[in-house]
Protein backbone atom coordinates (compact mmCIF):
# COMPACT_ATOMS: atom_id res chain seq x y z
CA UNK A 1 0.00 0.00 0.00
CA UNK A 2 1.18 3.20 -0.78
CA UNK A 3 1.99 5.96 2.12
CA UNK A 4 4.13 8.61 2.87
CA UNK A 5 7.17 7.30 4.13
CA UNK A 6 7.71 9.44 7.09
CA UNK A 7 10.42 7.78 8.68
CA UNK A 8 12.32 8.52 5.29
CA UNK A 9 12.16 11.97 6.33
CA UNK A 10 15.03 14.18 8.41
CA UNK A 11 16.08 12.56 11.48
CA UNK A 12 15.77 15.50 13.36
CA UNK A 13 12.31 16.08 12.75
CA UNK A 14 12.02 12.71 15.07
CA UNK A 15 14.58 13.33 17.36
CA UNK A 16 12.70 17.11 18.01
CA UNK A 17 9.14 14.93 18.47
CA UNK A 18 11.14 12.38 20.69
CA UNK A 19 12.52 14.45 22.86
CA UNK A 20 9.16 16.82 23.15
CA UNK A 21 7.27 13.56 24.23
CA UNK A 22 9.68 12.01 27.11
CA UNK A 23 9.88 15.69 28.03
CA UNK A 24 6.27 15.61 28.92
CA UNK A 25 6.65 12.57 30.50
CA UNK A 26 8.84 13.89 32.63
CA UNK A 27 6.46 16.93 33.58
CA UNK A 28 4.09 14.48 34.32
CA UNK A 29 6.15 12.15 36.59
CA UNK A 30 7.39 15.70 38.74
CA UNK A 31 3.86 16.83 39.22
CA UNK A 32 2.54 13.30 40.12
CA UNK A 33 5.03 11.36 42.06
CA UNK A 34 3.53 8.55 43.26
CA UNK A 35 3.51 7.33 39.32
CA UNK A 36 6.66 8.57 38.27
CA UNK A 37 8.59 5.03 37.83
CA UNK A 38 5.81 3.90 35.47
CA UNK A 39 5.95 7.19 33.93
CA UNK A 40 9.60 7.54 32.97
CA UNK A 41 9.47 4.09 32.21
CA UNK A 42 7.05 4.58 29.58
CA UNK A 43 8.89 8.01 28.41
CA UNK A 44 12.27 5.62 27.81
CA UNK A 45 10.10 3.04 25.80
CA UNK A 46 8.96 5.45 23.66
CA UNK A 47 11.90 6.17 21.72
CA UNK A 48 12.52 2.57 20.41
CA UNK A 49 8.91 2.09 20.47
CA UNK A 50 8.28 4.94 18.05
CA UNK A 51 11.23 4.08 15.31
CA UNK A 52 9.80 0.50 15.39
CA UNK A 53 6.27 1.46 14.90
CA UNK A 54 7.06 4.45 12.15
CA UNK A 55 8.20 2.24 9.90
CA UNK A 56 5.86 -0.41 10.59
CA UNK A 57 2.95 1.06 11.66
CA UNK A 58 1.23 -2.43 11.97
CA UNK A 59 3.53 -3.34 15.24
CA UNK A 60 1.38 0.14 16.83
CA UNK A 61 -2.17 -1.33 15.78
CA UNK A 62 -1.00 -4.98 17.31
CA UNK A 63 -0.14 -3.32 20.39
CA UNK A 64 -3.28 -1.68 20.29
CA UNK A 65 -5.30 -4.75 19.59
CA UNK A 66 -3.29 -6.75 22.70
CA UNK A 67 -4.77 -4.17 25.35
CA UNK A 68 -7.92 -3.74 24.92
CA UNK A 69 -8.92 -6.85 26.96
CA UNK A 70 -6.55 -6.15 29.43
CA UNK A 71 -8.49 -3.17 30.37
CA UNK A 72 -7.96 -2.78 33.75
CA UNK A 73 -4.21 -4.45 34.01
CA UNK A 74 -2.50 -1.18 32.84
CA UNK A 75 -3.85 1.61 34.95
CA UNK A 76 -1.83 4.71 36.30
CA UNK A 77 -3.53 5.48 39.84
CA UNK A 78 -3.12 9.02 41.14
CA UNK A 79 -4.50 12.73 39.68
CA UNK A 80 -3.70 11.18 36.32
CA UNK A 81 -5.55 8.32 34.97
CA UNK A 82 -5.34 6.85 31.83
CA UNK A 83 -4.87 3.26 30.18
CA UNK A 84 -2.34 2.51 28.40
CA UNK A 85 -4.69 1.45 25.80
CA UNK A 86 -5.62 5.37 25.61
CA UNK A 87 -2.40 5.99 24.88
CA UNK A 88 -1.60 3.99 22.50
CA UNK A 89 -4.83 4.65 20.57
CA UNK A 90 -3.55 8.46 20.82
CA UNK A 91 -0.44 7.43 19.01
CA UNK A 92 -2.32 5.38 16.07
CA UNK A 93 -3.67 9.25 15.62
CA UNK A 94 -0.30 9.85 15.41
CA UNK A 95 0.28 7.55 12.56
CA UNK A 96 -2.95 8.02 10.59
CA UNK A 97 -1.58 11.40 10.54
CA UNK A 98 2.15 10.96 9.55
CA UNK A 99 1.70 8.23 7.56
CA UNK A 100 0.08 9.57 4.96
CA UNK A 101 -3.05 7.42 5.92
CA UNK A 102 -5.40 10.90 5.62
CA UNK A 103 -5.57 10.23 2.04
CA UNK A 104 -8.11 7.19 2.33
CA UNK A 105 -10.49 9.28 3.97
CA UNK A 106 -12.26 9.58 1.07
CA UNK A 107 -13.12 5.62 0.94
CA UNK A 108 -13.98 5.65 4.22
CA UNK A 109 -16.81 8.35 3.79
CA UNK A 110 -18.18 6.58 0.65
CA UNK A 111 -19.05 3.68 3.41
CA UNK A 112 -22.51 5.06 4.51
CA UNK A 113 -22.22 3.81 7.62
CA UNK A 114 -19.29 6.12 8.53
CA UNK A 115 -22.13 8.94 7.58
CA UNK A 116 -24.62 7.77 10.49
CA UNK A 117 -21.87 7.31 13.08
CA UNK A 118 -21.25 10.82 12.75
CA UNK A 119 -25.24 10.94 12.72
CA UNK A 120 -25.34 9.02 15.95
CA UNK A 121 -22.52 11.15 17.52
CA UNK A 122 -24.18 14.47 16.71
CA UNK A 123 -27.69 13.60 17.79
CA UNK A 124 -25.91 12.20 20.93
CA UNK A 125 -24.27 15.78 21.88
CA UNK A 126 -27.39 17.39 21.01
CA UNK A 127 -29.43 15.33 23.47
CA UNK A 128 -26.94 16.38 26.40
CA UNK A 129 -29.16 19.60 26.39
CA UNK A 130 -32.39 17.86 27.80
CA UNK A 131 -30.05 15.45 30.22
CA UNK A 132 -30.79 16.12 34.11
CA UNK A 133 -27.00 15.96 34.72
CA UNK A 134 -25.11 17.34 31.69
CA UNK A 135 -21.91 16.49 33.39
CA UNK A 136 -22.63 13.12 33.60
CA UNK A 137 -24.06 12.69 29.56
CA UNK A 138 -20.23 14.40 28.33
CA UNK A 139 -18.82 11.47 30.71
CA UNK A 140 -19.85 9.05 28.81
CA UNK A 141 -20.13 11.04 25.62
CA UNK A 142 -16.31 11.09 25.84
CA UNK A 143 -16.02 7.42 25.68
CA UNK A 144 -18.57 7.13 22.59
CA UNK A 145 -16.38 9.99 21.11
CA UNK A 146 -12.75 7.65 21.36
CA UNK A 147 -15.04 5.17 20.44
CA UNK A 148 -15.55 6.78 17.16
CA UNK A 149 -12.46 8.04 16.72
CA UNK A 150 -10.99 4.52 16.83
CA UNK A 151 -13.39 3.27 14.02
CA UNK A 152 -11.98 5.94 11.40
CA UNK A 153 -8.20 6.02 12.87
CA UNK A 154 -8.13 1.65 11.92
CA UNK A 155 -10.08 1.83 8.85
CA UNK A 156 -7.10 4.06 7.84
CA UNK A 157 -4.61 2.41 9.16
CA UNK A 158 -5.89 -1.65 8.17
CA UNK A 159 -5.79 -1.97 4.75
CA UNK A 160 -3.82 -4.99 3.89
CA UNK A 161 -4.55 -9.05 5.33
CA UNK A 162 -1.20 -8.84 7.17
CA UNK A 163 -2.02 -5.80 9.81
CA UNK A 164 -5.38 -7.32 9.97
CA UNK A 165 -4.21 -11.51 10.89
CA UNK A 166 -1.93 -9.95 13.13
CA UNK A 167 -4.16 -7.39 15.10
CA UNK A 168 -7.13 -10.02 15.63
CA UNK A 169 -4.16 -12.90 17.00
CA UNK A 170 -2.97 -9.97 19.47
CA UNK A 171 -6.69 -9.57 20.32
CA UNK A 172 -7.08 -13.35 20.81
CA UNK A 173 -3.56 -13.46 22.99
CA UNK A 174 -5.10 -10.26 25.44
CA UNK A 175 -7.91 -11.64 25.76
CA UNK A 176 -6.19 -15.34 26.98
CA UNK A 177 -4.16 -13.42 29.00
CA UNK A 178 -7.25 -11.82 30.71
CA UNK A 179 -8.89 -14.95 30.99
CA UNK A 180 -5.96 -16.43 32.81
CA UNK A 181 -5.33 -13.32 34.95
CA UNK A 182 -6.96 -14.30 38.38
CA UNK A 183 -4.96 -17.31 38.53
CA UNK A 184 -1.22 -16.29 37.06
CA UNK A 185 -1.44 -12.10 37.80
CA UNK A 186 -3.29 -12.48 41.20
CA UNK A 187 -5.78 -10.22 39.25
CA UNK A 188 -8.70 -9.84 37.79
CA UNK A 189 -12.91 -9.16 38.31
CA UNK A 190 -14.32 -12.21 40.34
CA UNK A 191 -17.78 -11.74 41.86
CA UNK A 192 -20.29 -14.15 43.28
CA UNK A 193 -23.93 -14.27 42.55
CA UNK A 194 -26.22 -17.27 43.37
CA UNK A 195 -23.21 -19.06 45.05
CA UNK A 196 -21.09 -19.18 42.21
CA UNK A 197 -17.27 -17.26 41.56
CA UNK A 198 -18.03 -16.11 38.15
CA UNK A 199 -15.15 -14.77 36.39
CA UNK A 200 -14.82 -11.55 34.59
CA UNK A 201 -11.18 -11.56 33.56
CA UNK A 202 -9.46 -7.87 32.99
CA UNK A 203 -12.30 -6.55 31.66
CA UNK A 204 -14.56 -5.57 34.20
CA UNK A 205 -18.18 -7.10 33.42
CA UNK A 206 -18.89 -10.71 32.98
CA UNK A 207 -21.60 -10.67 30.89
CA UNK A 208 -19.50 -7.81 28.36
CA UNK A 209 -16.36 -10.63 28.75
CA UNK A 210 -19.02 -13.52 27.85
CA UNK A 211 -20.34 -11.17 24.63
CA UNK A 212 -16.34 -10.36 23.79
CA UNK A 213 -15.32 -14.27 23.74
CA UNK A 214 -18.14 -15.27 21.94
CA UNK A 215 -16.73 -12.75 19.39
CA UNK A 216 -13.68 -13.92 19.62
CA UNK A 217 -14.10 -17.74 19.42
CA UNK A 218 -15.35 -18.13 15.81
CA UNK A 219 -12.13 -16.14 15.13
CA UNK A 220 -9.85 -18.08 16.52
CA UNK A 221 -11.46 -21.66 14.73
CA UNK A 222 -11.48 -19.62 11.45
CA UNK A 223 -8.01 -18.77 11.14
CA UNK A 224 -7.17 -22.54 12.86
CA UNK A 225 -8.67 -23.70 9.71
CA UNK A 226 -7.16 -21.17 7.47
CA UNK A 227 -3.43 -20.87 8.50
CA UNK A 228 -0.97 -22.99 6.86
CA UNK A 229 1.49 -22.54 9.88
CA UNK A 230 1.16 -25.90 12.20
CA UNK A 231 2.72 -23.82 15.48
CA UNK A 232 0.07 -21.40 14.56
CA UNK A 233 -2.65 -23.80 14.46
CA UNK A 234 -1.48 -25.39 17.88
CA UNK A 235 -1.33 -22.35 19.56
CA UNK A 236 -4.73 -20.86 18.45
CA UNK A 237 -6.14 -24.27 19.40
CA UNK A 238 -5.51 -24.44 22.53
CA UNK A 239 -6.01 -20.62 23.35
CA UNK A 240 -9.60 -21.09 21.92
CA UNK A 241 -10.20 -23.69 24.49
CA UNK A 242 -8.94 -21.20 26.92
CA UNK A 243 -11.21 -19.36 25.64
CA UNK A 244 -14.11 -21.33 26.07
CA UNK A 245 -13.16 -22.54 29.27
CA UNK A 246 -13.14 -18.42 30.51
CA UNK A 247 -16.98 -18.41 28.56
CA UNK A 248 -18.62 -20.99 30.78
CA UNK A 249 -16.74 -19.59 33.92
CA UNK A 250 -18.42 -15.98 33.55
CA UNK A 251 -21.75 -18.01 34.27
CA UNK A 252 -23.41 -15.53 32.31
CA UNK A 253 -26.94 -16.23 31.17
CA UNK A 254 -27.23 -13.38 28.08
CA UNK A 255 -23.77 -15.36 26.99
CA UNK A 256 -25.18 -18.89 27.31
CA UNK A 257 -28.81 -17.62 25.32
CA UNK A 258 -25.93 -15.84 22.71
CA UNK A 259 -23.67 -19.22 22.49
CA UNK A 260 -27.36 -21.11 21.25
CA UNK A 261 -27.76 -18.57 18.97
CA UNK A 262 -24.34 -18.66 17.34
CA UNK A 263 -24.66 -22.64 17.45
CA UNK A 264 -28.15 -22.11 15.59
CA UNK A 265 -26.29 -20.02 13.11
CA UNK A 266 -23.15 -21.88 12.58
CA UNK A 267 -25.69 -24.95 11.89
CA UNK A 268 -27.36 -23.19 9.02
CA UNK A 269 -24.31 -21.22 7.64
CA UNK A 270 -21.90 -24.41 7.73
CA UNK A 271 -23.90 -27.68 7.32
CA UNK A 272 -24.86 -28.04 4.18
CA UNK A 273 -23.81 -29.42 0.42
CA UNK A 274 -22.23 -32.20 -0.36
CA UNK A 275 -19.69 -32.44 2.53
CA UNK A 276 -22.71 -32.20 4.96
CA UNK A 277 -22.58 -36.10 6.25
CA UNK A 278 -18.53 -35.29 6.65
CA UNK A 279 -19.11 -32.06 8.79
CA UNK A 280 -21.88 -33.58 11.07
CA UNK A 281 -19.58 -36.56 11.63
CA UNK A 282 -16.87 -34.55 12.83
CA UNK A 283 -19.36 -31.87 14.58
CA UNK A 284 -21.68 -33.98 16.56
CA UNK A 285 -19.09 -36.11 18.43
CA UNK A 286 -17.01 -33.00 19.08
CA UNK A 287 -20.17 -31.52 20.62
CA UNK A 288 -21.02 -34.48 22.51
CA UNK A 289 -17.89 -35.07 23.97
CA UNK A 290 -17.48 -31.56 24.96
CA UNK A 291 -21.24 -31.23 26.75
CA UNK A 292 -19.64 -34.88 28.85
CA UNK A 293 -16.65 -32.42 29.71
CA UNK A 294 -19.09 -30.12 31.00
CA UNK A 295 -21.51 -31.25 32.69
CA UNK A 296 -19.16 -34.03 34.91
CA UNK A 297 -16.77 -30.55 35.59
CA UNK A 298 -19.25 -27.25 35.92
CA UNK A 299 -22.61 -28.73 34.71
CA UNK A 300 -24.38 -28.20 38.01
CA UNK A 301 -23.16 -24.58 38.45
CA UNK A 302 -24.41 -24.03 34.54
CA UNK A 303 -27.39 -25.52 34.84
CA UNK A 304 -28.87 -23.90 38.25
CA UNK A 305 -27.76 -20.80 36.72
CA UNK A 306 -29.67 -21.02 33.75
CA UNK A 307 -32.61 -22.67 35.31
CA UNK A 308 -33.06 -19.03 37.23
CA UNK A 309 -34.81 -18.16 33.72
CA UNK A 310 -37.75 -20.33 34.69
CA UNK A 311 -39.33 -17.63 36.52
CA UNK A 312 -40.03 -15.36 33.30
CA UNK A 313 -43.54 -17.45 33.46
CA UNK A 314 -45.61 -14.26 35.40
CA UNK A 315 -44.70 -11.47 36.68
CA UNK A 316 -45.48 -12.94 40.39
CA UNK A 317 -42.53 -15.54 39.81
CA UNK A 318 -40.07 -12.99 38.46
CA UNK A 319 -39.98 -11.34 41.66
CA UNK A 320 -38.27 -14.23 43.30
CA UNK A 321 -35.25 -13.48 41.39
CA UNK A 322 -33.82 -9.73 42.08
CA UNK A 323 -31.91 -9.24 39.07
CA UNK A 324 -34.59 -10.42 36.60
CA UNK A 325 -37.03 -8.28 38.92
CA UNK A 326 -35.53 -5.19 38.08
CA UNK A 327 -35.01 -6.10 34.24
CA UNK A 328 -38.68 -6.84 34.15
CA UNK A 329 -39.53 -3.60 35.67
CA UNK A 330 -37.29 -2.07 33.60
CA UNK A 331 -38.35 -3.01 30.18
CA UNK A 332 -41.86 -3.30 30.59
CA UNK A 333 -42.60 -0.53 33.16
CA UNK A 334 -40.05 2.03 32.84
CA UNK A 335 -39.15 2.21 29.65
CA UNK A 336 -42.22 3.01 28.09
CA UNK A 337 -43.09 5.67 30.37
CA UNK A 338 -39.60 7.06 29.84
CA UNK A 339 -39.77 6.98 26.38
CA UNK A 340 -43.50 8.00 25.96
CA UNK A 341 -42.51 11.64 27.96
CA UNK A 342 -39.16 12.03 25.61
CA UNK A 343 -39.56 10.46 21.91
CA UNK A 344 -37.41 12.60 20.04
CA UNK A 345 -34.36 13.09 21.91
CA UNK A 346 -34.61 11.10 24.87
CA UNK A 347 -33.64 12.08 28.22
CA UNK A 348 -29.80 12.90 27.50
CA UNK A 349 -26.91 10.22 26.49
CA UNK A 350 -26.63 7.35 28.76
CA UNK A 351 -29.84 9.21 30.85
CA UNK A 352 -31.56 6.01 31.79
CA UNK A 353 -29.72 5.99 35.06
CA UNK A 354 -30.58 9.32 35.65
CA UNK A 355 -34.01 8.45 35.77
CA UNK A 356 -34.52 5.20 37.23
CA UNK A 357 -35.85 6.13 40.50
CA UNK A 358 -35.41 2.99 42.46
CA UNK A 359 -31.93 1.39 42.10
CA UNK A 360 -29.96 3.86 39.86
CA UNK A 361 -28.59 1.11 37.16
CA UNK A 362 -28.38 1.00 33.46
CA UNK A 363 -31.32 -0.27 31.75
CA UNK A 364 -29.47 -3.63 30.82
CA UNK A 365 -30.64 -3.31 27.40
CA UNK A 366 -28.44 -2.23 24.41
CA UNK A 367 -31.20 -1.03 22.57
CA UNK A 368 -33.48 0.60 25.45
CA UNK A 369 -30.35 2.67 26.78
CA UNK A 370 -29.88 4.06 23.42
CA UNK A 371 -33.93 4.95 22.75
CA UNK A 372 -34.28 6.06 25.93
CA UNK A 373 -30.89 8.44 26.04
CA UNK A 374 -31.22 9.53 22.64
CA UNK A 375 -34.68 9.19 21.37
CA UNK A 376 -36.06 8.05 17.93
CA UNK A 377 -33.44 10.58 16.46
CA UNK A 378 -30.56 8.71 17.65
CA UNK A 379 -32.25 5.32 17.59
CA UNK A 380 -32.46 5.06 14.38
CA UNK A 381 -28.74 5.97 12.95
CA UNK A 382 -28.15 3.38 15.70
CA UNK A 383 -30.04 0.78 14.14
CA UNK A 384 -28.72 1.51 10.87
CA UNK A 385 -25.46 1.61 11.93
CA UNK A 386 -26.05 -2.18 12.92
CA UNK A 387 -27.48 -2.90 10.11
CA UNK A 388 -24.86 -1.78 7.62
CA UNK A 389 -22.26 -3.61 9.62
CA UNK A 390 -24.14 -6.83 8.70
CA UNK A 391 -24.11 -5.64 5.27
CA UNK A 392 -20.27 -5.29 4.88
CA UNK A 393 -19.70 -8.55 6.68
CA UNK A 394 -21.56 -10.07 4.26
CA UNK A 395 -20.30 -8.20 1.23
CA UNK A 396 -16.82 -8.81 2.49
CA UNK A 397 -17.27 -12.79 1.20
CA UNK A 398 -18.83 -11.83 -2.01
CA UNK A 399 -17.76 -11.31 -5.52
CA UNK A 400 -13.95 -12.41 -4.29
CA UNK A 401 -11.92 -12.99 -7.62
CA UNK A 402 -11.49 -16.69 -7.74
CA UNK A 403 -7.74 -15.91 -9.25
CA UNK A 404 -7.53 -14.26 -5.36
CA UNK A 405 -5.10 -15.93 -3.11
CA UNK A 406 -7.14 -14.41 0.23
CA UNK A 407 -9.86 -15.59 -1.09
CA UNK A 408 -10.67 -18.41 1.45
CA UNK A 409 -9.18 -16.38 4.29
CA UNK A 410 -11.71 -13.33 3.85
CA UNK A 411 -14.36 -15.86 3.66
CA UNK A 412 -14.03 -17.49 6.78
CA UNK A 413 -12.81 -14.71 8.39
CA UNK A 414 -16.30 -12.63 7.34
CA UNK A 415 -18.71 -15.84 8.46
CA UNK A 416 -16.42 -15.76 11.81
CA UNK A 417 -17.50 -12.54 12.56
CA UNK A 418 -20.61 -12.43 11.37
CA UNK A 419 -21.36 -14.99 13.65
CA UNK A 420 -19.39 -13.81 16.42
CA UNK A 421 -21.33 -10.22 15.62
CA UNK A 422 -25.24 -11.67 15.99
CA UNK A 423 -24.27 -13.95 19.28
CA UNK A 424 -22.84 -9.73 20.69
CA UNK A 425 -25.97 -8.40 19.58
CA UNK A 426 -28.05 -11.00 21.39
CA UNK A 427 -25.45 -10.42 24.51
CA UNK A 428 -26.87 -6.68 24.17
CA UNK A 429 -30.77 -7.79 24.69
CA UNK A 430 -29.67 -8.14 27.78
CA UNK A 431 -27.27 -5.60 29.31
CA UNK A 432 -26.37 -1.97 27.99
CA UNK A 433 -23.32 -2.56 25.23
CA UNK A 434 -24.07 0.62 23.25
CA UNK A 435 -20.37 1.84 23.85
CA UNK A 436 -18.95 -1.30 24.43
CA UNK A 437 -15.39 -1.43 22.67
CA UNK A 438 -15.76 -4.72 21.43
CA UNK A 439 -19.34 -3.61 19.50
CA UNK A 440 -17.69 -0.99 17.90
CA UNK A 441 -14.48 -2.59 17.08
CA UNK A 442 -16.57 -5.22 15.15
CA UNK A 443 -18.56 -2.42 13.89
CA UNK A 444 -14.94 -1.00 12.53
CA UNK A 445 -13.62 -4.71 11.51
CA UNK A 446 -16.60 -5.08 9.21
CA UNK A 447 -15.66 -1.91 7.33
CA UNK A 448 -11.58 -3.00 7.29
CA UNK A 449 -12.41 -6.13 6.10
CA UNK A 450 -14.76 -4.34 3.24
CA UNK A 451 -12.58 -2.48 2.00
CA UNK A 452 -9.75 -4.98 2.15
CA UNK A 453 -11.80 -7.41 0.03
CA UNK A 454 -12.20 -4.26 -2.47
CA UNK A 455 -7.88 -3.59 -2.28
CA UNK A 456 -7.20 -7.41 -3.51
CA UNK A 457 -10.00 -7.51 -6.07
CA UNK A 458 -8.44 -4.60 -7.80
CA UNK A 459 -4.87 -5.69 -7.60
CA UNK A 460 -6.11 -9.26 -9.39
CA UNK A 461 -8.01 -6.63 -11.63
CA UNK A 462 -5.11 -4.27 -12.45
CA UNK A 463 -2.82 -8.10 -12.62
CA UNK A 464 -4.98 -9.70 -15.12
CA UNK A 465 -4.84 -6.77 -17.51
CA UNK A 466 -1.52 -6.53 -17.51
CA UNK A 467 -1.37 -9.90 -18.08
Known sequence: MSRVNFYKANPTTFIVLSSLAVAVVLGLALGYSDISKKLILAGVLMIPFGFITITRPWVAVMIFFLLIPLEELFVFKGNVTATLNKLIGAYLVFLVITSGSLKYIGETFR?????????????????????????YSIRYLVKLGLLIISYFVLTLLI????????????LITGTVISVLSPLFLGHGDVVTANGLERYGGLWGDQNEFAGMLLILIPLCIAIVFTTGSKWLKTVLTISAVILIAGFLLTYSRSGFIALCVL???????????????????????????????????IGDNIISRVETLRILESKESVRQESS????????FELFPKIFAEHPLLGVGFRGFVLNNPIYKQISHNTFIEVLTGTGLLGFIPFIFILYLTWRDIRQARTGLSLHN?????????SNALEMGFFAFITVG?????????????TITLSSVLLNIRNLENNKVTVNTYRG
Do not use: E, Q
Request: hydrophobic share 50%; charged share 15%; proline share 2%.
Open 159 to 170: RDIKTLNYAVIA
Open 263 to 297: CVIAMFKFIHGKNRARTLAILVPCLILGFIVVYYT
Open 405 to 413: VNSMYLARY
Open 429 to 441: LFYSTDINKMLWL
Open 324 to 331: LSVRYYYY
Open 111 to 135: NKKALFIILFGLVSIASIYVSKDPA
